[in-house]
Structure formats: C-alpha cells, structure tokens
C-alpha cells in the first residue's frame, strides 16, 4: 500500500524529483499518441495513461526515432544470447513498457527484466499494472516473494520493481542483490533520459558503479547534447521552466565528451550516434517510407535538429563487446568542410524596428527601395502564434513597420501562405508564387503586388474610360483592369486602388481599404494561375459588374476537360440558360445570353453573344483543340477579341512536341535564337530542349524557387523543385512569361539538379544558380548547378572543396561571390559560406548566438542584399520540437570582408 503523504512543506530536492517525474508522465502521453497513429507498434502504453492526446507530427515523430532506437538495442542483445540468462536494468524507467511488449513477444526468455525510479512512480505503476488485464496477465503473479526493504515494490521470479534514488548507489546496489542480480550475467542497463537531469557528479557514479559492477554489460544511455547553438539554448530553457533543468549537458556537450566520460569511468568500448545517423543508417528505407506516409508533414528542419540534438550511446564491457558491431554498428561524424582561409565577419547587428516586429518564419521578404515587403509566413500577432495573412512593408531607413490594410476578398487571394516565392520584377512590382497553408492545402493563387510611389492624384472615369489607365505611377499606369472609385492619395502614400484580373470562379472584390500610414503604395493584380478564359471587358464599369456578379464556383464537364467559365450566381440561371453539350461526356455546360464562354476542351464549342461588341461574333465550329481556343483559319476572327484559353490549365498534359501540332497565329513572347516562336498552346521545341504545356497540378508547390531572368527583353521567372502533397520533392523546371502568363518547361539533362525542395536560386549573368536543397531521401544536399538561359542546359558547378550541405538557408550573388546564408543539415545548425564563381574557393563563417536569451535561429528565415552589399536577414525560427516556438525578434545585418585566397 502506499505510504501516506508527508504534509510538511517540500524540500527544494523534493521540487526537483517531482519535476523530473512529471516528464515521464509528459513522455508517455506523446509515446502513446505516436503509438496509436501507428509509427511504433505498442499495444500497451495506452494503460499507462488516463486518456489519450494527439501530438503533433513531429513529437510523433521524435518520439518514434526515440523508440526505435531504444527497441532496436534491447532486441539486438537479446538475440546475441538467445539461450544464455541475462539480465534488463532500466534505470529511471518510468512507466515504459518495454517489458510488456518484449515478453509478449516472446523475447525475454531467460531474461530477468528490473526496473528502478522513484518509489511513487512505481507504485503508480503498478496500480496501472494490477488494474489492467493485459498487462498483470504478463506478471508471474505467483512467483512475487515479500519485499524484504521499503524499496522492493514488486518481486518476481523476471520482473522486479525498485524504489530507489539513482544517486544512492549503494542502496541501489543493495536492493538489487536482494533481488538476486546476478553480476557475471550479459547484463544491458538502460538510462533513457535520465542521467542529465543529475549532478555530473551523481551521474558519473552511477556509470562508474555500473562499470565496476557487471563484467559482460552494455550502459544504453539516451539523452540530449549540443547546449551551444540556439537549438541547444532554447532547449535547454525549456527544461529550466518546467523545473527539470539539464545538468549534465554543460559538461558533456556532444558526442566527443560523452565517450571519453564512459572510457574513463570503466567502459572498455563506447559507440555514440545522434538520431539522423540512427534514422538514416539503421532505419531501413522501406521503414522510412512508412513512416513519412502516416501523417502531412512539413518541418524538416526542426525534426533533423531535434534528431542532431538527441544521441544514443552504448559503452561496452566483457563478452558484450564481440557483439558490439552487429548491435550497434555506428557512423562517423558529419564534419564541416574546412576552408584554407575564413572569412572575417566585420560584425552582426541587430536592426531597429518601430511599429511592430518582423517576428515570423516560413515567410519571404523582398527589397524594393528603401522598403522590405514581407509577405505571409508563420508569426506573432500580439502574443498569438499564427499563420499571417496579408503583408507588412518595413522602411529600413526610418525603421517602421506598416500592415497596409487589404480587403477581405484581397487577403483571401494572398491567403495565409508559407514557404511560398516573392520576386521582384523589372517593373518593381512582386511576384507571389506557390507556397502552402497547410501540407494538404497548396496555394493555387498567383498575385503580383505593384509597388510604385504615386506622383500624381487622379480618378479613374468609369463612364469613358475604355481601360482603366488613368491612374499613373512613377513606373508606368496601373495595371488594366484596375477599377474602383477610389483616388489615389497624396505622394508616397499607400495607393487606394487594388488591381485585380479575375478568373472563372473567383468572386473578388476590387476595392480596398486607404491606409496613409503605409510609406509604400501597394497595389494588388490576380495573376491567373488557374484562369479558364481571358476576361475583356468594354469599360471599367462592366468589369466591376461582371465581376461582382461571379460566381465561387467552377463546374467542370464530365470528362474534367470543360469548364464552364461564367456561372452567374443569381436566381434566374436554370436549365434553360445551358448552351453547348460536350460531345465527349455529354454534359450540358450552363451559361448566359449575354455572355457564354462555354469550352470543353475534347471538342470545342465557343457561344459568343451577338449584341456584345467587343466579343468576336464568329461561332466556332466542333474541330479538334490545337492552339488554346484560337482556331488558326477561322474567318474574319479578330484575335484580339476572342477569350482566349490559358492552355496551359484547360488542356491535358501531353508529351507531343510541336511537330505534330499545328501552329498558333498568335504572337509570342518568348523566341528561340532561330526566332521559332513559343505558342500558346506552349508546344515548342526550344534549343533543342522540348517545353511542353503544363496543367496546375503540375504547378502547384512549395518550398520551390523562383528566379528572375530576362528574355528578348522580357520578365520571365525560372521555377525549380519544391514539393507538393503527392510528391515529397520534386525536380521539373518551369519558365513562366509574366507579361504573357505563358508557361513553358525545361527538360532535364544529365547535368540537372536532383529533385530538392528548400534549396535558393540566384541570377548570375542571367543564369540561374540553384544551390543545395533537401533531396528525395530527407538529405541535405550540397550541389550547385547552373541554367545557362542562352541554351537552357543544366551544368554541375565544381568547386576546390566541398561546401557543407544544408537547406532551408537563402542565398545571394556579391561579386561573383555564392554566398549561402544559415539553414540546416544533418549536423544541426550551419553558419554562412562563401563560394568564389570564378576561383571556386570556400570560405566559411560561424554565427554566433548574439543574445543567450533571444539566439539567432538561421533556418525558415528570409534575406535582402542591401545596396552596400550588406546582408539584412529578417524573421528565422521554427517549432522547436516539444520546447516551443522560437522566432528571431529583430532583424540582423550581417557585414563580412572576404579575404582573397592565392591559388
């Protein structure tokens, strides 16, 4: 029975051992979560928990590798002596139930299995075990003997319960000799997170203790390192705050320390990997497949640092050691590539803000001026963690940080995205592509934000004008299509009027809210990424018409090929209204008198209203689609008139090359050298390399690049890898026209980047640099290649040395100089490195912590190249495994002086 409670107050020892008790209790609940998803197979932690509670993937996930390794040794020693007696002592147990699931295994014959913790753990444990039909049925209830001292909660003839402080070795001892340990017997002793949360001192005289105790033995110790880096420091406050501080992690940092500590405490042999190595090199492939399938996932970065943070050690004594190779073969250390000379960093500042903090992550930041446009990411909004929506724009001259204020319908386009692109354009205006709201929910909307200052204050004339155009900025007019009665404000303040090119199905409002506090105007145009016709209207008036009067619904014709692209939402649409059958499936598309834009793409049938003027009166006949809805040899049919179709949506993927397509009589973009024209269709062969057309699906991502380079005088943006829900990375390459919104892919060559995603893209000379990335098997990678745009063939750059791998870093081009800013690798944290285009030499630079209160996380961060060359990183941070979120409070300016290195 247990004994009463005292009712005096509570030693500060008391404090301590209760807190430490209070993380197994934390320990069970995220080893059942992850159990009853399915990553570890335990049917008995359930019972040791009152009710059950879903943690998040990546606790799941840490607490699978966790047990995975743990279960991996214990059966690898078992099978080392299948006949033999031996013997389980886990020190600190807890409420595992290692014991549970190995005996009804059958894997503990001749094994006699101890456990030792606090005397009220135990108890509580076995209260658990007594009340619960599938655990006491595994006890050989009538072999338990009356304990003989206080400490003994349960004896019986192969599993024994101890009550003892593990820092009173000599009671320990004691009781386990009552218990009958035999010392001569292959003994594994297993202390998972347990001896940090003890003095070094009381620590080390357990592992001695056990040294000098057992003769054939193997010490398992599971527990964290790395306090010095920013993971490490946040890490660490988080043990501090619930009271369980790491007190041995100080003085055995990492991996080094920890096996000199057991070689010098007795152990003859000592083996020691983190738990990347463990996943990567012990865990089978088919293993890994499994379990990256069970849930979305998406925070590479804080599993593969919880992973380099975390280490499982075996010290080896007697006949154990012959073992020691089969059961825990090892891996050598991942080291960062030494440089034969570093570069000198000059200094790294903290920035002021005022009017608000750059506190996010996941997000993209862009210079425009003296302004940084950030867009999206995860943050802090007044004390709450969420995904942002909207933008902020900071001046980085005068420090303040503005929210422009969007309407609801205009956020809705933005959304709340992550790992998404922003790319300034030639015009100064930012492309918002891709990115992710949740690992399930890509972001199909593709927005482009005109930054401009106002010079000039006008109105647009709805009743005249033929397109709105009347509302100038310094770099050219606002964008077509731009329509609302609003007047643009005073000089360099925030533009009144956001532009918008809406899409079939999209119900969007044009107006916006004015907000003077902004000192960027900020105008916003739907870049059709989904876009099923080319809307042209005659005046500013109808547009805003059609456009309130759009339906938030697209219908789709049987076959997926059609889509109806003007669904009226009002209550006079009935059967009646529906025009054009499509021939394939037979499904009538629904439409309007005055305006039927009614395709399916298996045989085109176009109904165009004949009192609309600015529509092409012409019906088009049922003939085979072969240039995006504009018939070449259809007469007296204006091109300019006819909606066209955006090909690269409403037509099915195909691998034809243009050869076996007729041509478009429509102008392009986009020519090769020989002047062979890009259609609309997008079937073209260009320098030899073959562009086919491309559906959404086929662009929808995350975690992708998007590079600006210049064709024939024209914005184009290279987009490379990411990720998506089916695929875990991807390797396709894609060149979209802005001005055109024409897409055309790249083919791979032999030289091609592997499939990555959280790699960056540099313009160098107008060529696209990608550099490093996450690859298909979860490895950081270290590759850098090249697009030659002239040509459009992948080379592998080589350099003298090999930089170190990371991803989920930014980049930047200074003097022909690669310079990788942060990210993350299998290692933990990287710093930055410098790369020479010309030369090939590496420089490398550690980061250093800044403040051991706010460290600087370099990971899911953004970055600027400032005019005097000046790196300027904003946000950074993540989810740090189960100790909180961090998130950079200021933005920092990274200064360097790169010394030349002689060949």
């Known amino acids: 029975m247990p004994r009463k409670k005292n009712n005096h107050l509570k030693t500060s020892r008391t404090r301590s051992d209760t807190a430490v008790q209070g993380t197994n209790d934390n320990s069970i609940n995220s080893k059942c979560s992850m159990a009853m998803l399915g990553y570890f197979e335990d049917p008995y932690l359930k019972h040791f928990v009152s009710k059950s509670r879903r943690r998040s993937p990546l606790i799941n996930r840490g607490y699978y590798i966790r047990s995975k390794a743990i279960d991996h040794i214990m059966k690898s020693f078992l099978q080392m002596f299948p006949s033999s007696p031996k013997q389980i002592v886990s020190l600190g147990a807890g409420f595992d139930s290692a014991f549970f699931r190995l005996k009804s295994l059958g894997l503990l014959q001749n094994t006699t299995y101890y456990e030792v913790d606090f005397v009220d753990v135990l108890l509580r444990k076995l209260n658990s075990i007594r009340g619960h039909r599938e655990l006491s049925g595994l006890i050989c209830w009538e072999t338990e003997l009356e304990p003989e001292t206080q400490h003994i909660i349960l004896n019986t003839c192969d599993f024994k319960l101890l009550g003892v402080d593990l820092s009173r070795t000599e009671i320990l001892d004691s009781s386990l000799q009552v218990c009958g340990i035999d010392r001569t017997r292959p003994t594994l002793i297993l202390s998972e997170c347990v001896m940090t949360y003890m003095s070094p001192e009381s620590s080390s005289a357990v592992i001695m203790w056990a040294s000098q105790t057992f003769e054939n033995s193997v010490f398992v110790t599971y527990e964290q390192i790395h306090p010095e880096d920013a993971f490490g420091v946040i890490m660490q406050k988080h043990f501090k705050h619930i009271g369980s501080p790491l007190k041995g992690i100080e003085a055995y940092p990492d991996k080094h320390s920890q096996e000199e500590r057991y070689l010098n405490l007795g152990w003859k042999q000592c083996r020691t990997m983190d738990m990347n190595g463990f996943y990567n090199s012990i865990v089978s492939p088919e293993e890994r497949r499994r379990v990256?399938?069970?849930?979305?996932?998406?925070?590479?970065?804080?599993?593969?640092?919880?992973?380099a943070h975390y280490i499982i050690l075996c010290a080896f004594r007697g006949s154990v050691q012959e073992g020691a190779g089969d059961i825990y073969p090892g891996i050598k250390d991942v080291k960062t590539p030494e440089s034969e000379n570093a570069a000198h960093v000059t200094t790294w500042s903290y920035r002021n803000t005022s009017g608000g903090c750059i506190k996010r992550f996941g997000h993209t930041s862009t210079l425009k001026e003296d302004h940084i446009i950030t867009v999206g990411g995860f943050g802090d909004v007044n004390g709450q963690h969420k995904r942002m929506s909207g933008i902020s724009v900071w001046n980085v001259k005068t420090g303040a940080v503005e929210i422009p204020t969007l309407c609801g319908c205009l956020t809705k386009l933005l959304g709340t995205r992550m790992h998404?692109?922003?790319?300034?354009l030639s015009s100064g205006h930012v492309l918002v592509f891709g990115g992710r709201t949740s690992p399930m929910q890509p972001c199909q909307e593709t927005v482009i934000l005109h930054c401009n200052t106002c010079t000039q204050t006008t109105v647009c004339d709805f009743s005249t004008a033929d397109k709105c155009g009347a509302m100038t900025h310094a770099a050219g007019a606002c964008v077509k299509e731009c329509c609302h009665k609003k007047t643009c404000s005073v000089h360099s303040t925030m533009c009144c009027c956001v532009c918008v090119k809406p899409n079939a199905g999209a119900q969007i409002d044009c107006g916006a809210n004015s907000d003077t506090s902004s000192r960027l105007p900020i105008c916003v145009t739907h870049l059709e990424n989904e876009p099923s016709a080319a809307w042209l209207y005659k005046t500013c008036e109808e547009f805003r018409e059609q456009v309130e009067n759009t339906c938030c619904c697209e219908k789709l014709c049987g076959c997926q090929m059609g889509t109806c692209s003007h669904c009226l939402q009002n209550t006079q649409r009935d059967s009646s209204q529906a025009h054009n059958i499509c021939e394939k499936c037979e499904l009538q598309l629904c439409g309007t008198q005055r305006d039927c834009y009614n395709t399916c793409v298996c045989k085109l049938n176009m109904c165009h209203s004949a009192d609309s003027e600015h529509h092409c009166s012409q019906t088009l006949g049922a003939t085979e689609v072969n240039c995006g809805g504009i018939q070449s040899g259809v007469p007296d049919c204006d091109d300019t008139h006819v909606p066209q179709l955006r090909t690269q949506h409403t037509l099915p993927h195909t691998d034809k090359t243009v050869s076996e397509l007729s041509t478009t009589t429509l102008s392009c973009s986009i020519t090769n050298s020989d002047d062979t024209k890009l259609s609309n269709c997008g079937f073209v062969t260009w320098h030899g390399n073959e562009v086919r057309i491309i559906g959404s699906k086929h662009v929808s991502r995350w975690r992708h690049s998007a590079t600006l380079i210049q064709v024939k005088g024209e914005d184009c943006v290279v987009i490379f890898g990411g990720r998506n829900v089916t695929d875990s990375v991807l390797g396709d390459c894609y060149i979209l026209n802005v001005q055109k919104q024409l897409w055309a892919q790249i083919d791979t060559n032999e030289n091609s980047p592997t499939p990555r995603h959280s790699h960056t893209a540099d313009n160098w000379n107008n060529n696209v640099v990608i550099s490093c990335g996450l690859g298909a098997d979860l490895r950081p990678l270290n590759s850098v290649h090249m697009l030659d745009t002239n040509t459009m063939k992948?080379?592998?750059?080589?350099?003298?040395?090999?930089?170190?791998?990371?991803?989920?870093?930014?980049?930047?081009?200074?003097?022909?100089?690669?310079?990788?800013?942060?990210?993350?690798?299998?290692?933990?944290?990287?710093?930055?490195?410098?790369?020479?285009?010309?030369?090939?030499?590496?420089?490398?630079?550690?980061?250093?912590?800044?403040?051991?209160?706010?460290?600087?996380?370099?990971?899911?961060?953004?970055?600027?190249?400032?005019?005097?060359?000046?790196?300027?990183?904003?946000?950074?941070?993540?989810?740090?495994?189960?100790?909180?979120?961090?998130?950079?409070?200021?933005?920092?300016?990274?200064?360097?002086?790169?010394?030349e290195i002689s060949n």
């Open 794 to 899: 992948w080379t592998c750059m080589e350099f003298k040395g090999n930089p170190q791998p990371r991803y989920s870093h930014t980049s930047h081009v200074i003097n022909d100089r690669l310079l990788l800013v942060g990210g993350v690798n299998l290692s933990g944290h990287c710093g930055v490195c410098s790369i020479n285009m010309k030369t090939g030499h590496l420089q490398d630079i550690l980061i250093p912590v800044l403040n051991i209160e706010k460290p600087l996380m370099l990971h899911n961060h953004a970055s600027v190249l400032s005019d005097d060359s000046t790196v300027v990183i904003t946000g950074g941070g993540g989810n740090c495994f189960s100790f909180g979120t961090h998130m950079n409070e200021r933005p920092i300016d990274v200064h360097c002086v790169w010394t």
């Open 420 to 424: 998404h692109t922003a790319t300034l």
């Open 292 to 307: 990256e399938q069970l849930e979305p996932f998406d925070e590479y970065e804080e599993w593969h640092l919880k992973c």
